[in-house]
Nanobody
Framework: QVQLVESGGGLVQPGGSLKLSCAAS????????MRWYRQAPGKERELVAV???????NYADSVKGRFTISRDNAKSTVYLQMSSLKPEETAEYYC????????WGKGTLVIVSS
């Protein structure tokens, strides 16, 4: 049974940092491209960061230099380190695993507010 479980969300002040985790199980994690998405209230889901099998990464322009995606294949976990957070980045953050089919987690809520 495939599972992706995100954690680490919460309330953070503008300019603050958070580290999200996504624990995977039920599939060969190291063979999958992992992604972080976010969906703000009333907006479409957007791709935030990607990490491929070899470890190369790519980011949305809006988060470059502030967010870092990483993976630990031994722990079947992907991370998203976020810094200098902005109020407009309040959103539900989701991880996905994609090879042929894309699997999704249920998300973790990040609220950036003073």
């Amino acid at each position: 049974q495939v599972q992706l479980v995100e954690s680490g969300g919460g309330l953070v002040q503008p300019g603050g940092s958070l580290k999200l985790s996504c624990a995977a199980s039920g599939f060969s994690f190291s063979s999958y491209v992992m992604r972080w998405y976010r969906q703000a209230p009333g907006k479409e889901r957007e791709l935030v960061a990607v990490i491929i099998i070899g470890g190369s990464t790519n980011y949305a322009d809006s988060v470059k230099g502030r967010f870092t995606i990483s993976r630990d294949n031994a722990k079947s976990t992907v991370y998203l380190q976020m810094s200098s957070l902005k109020p407009e980045e309040t959103a539900e953050y989701y991880c996905s695993a994609r090879r042929v089919v894309e699997y999704w987690g249920k998300g973790t809520l990040v609220i950036v507010s003073s």
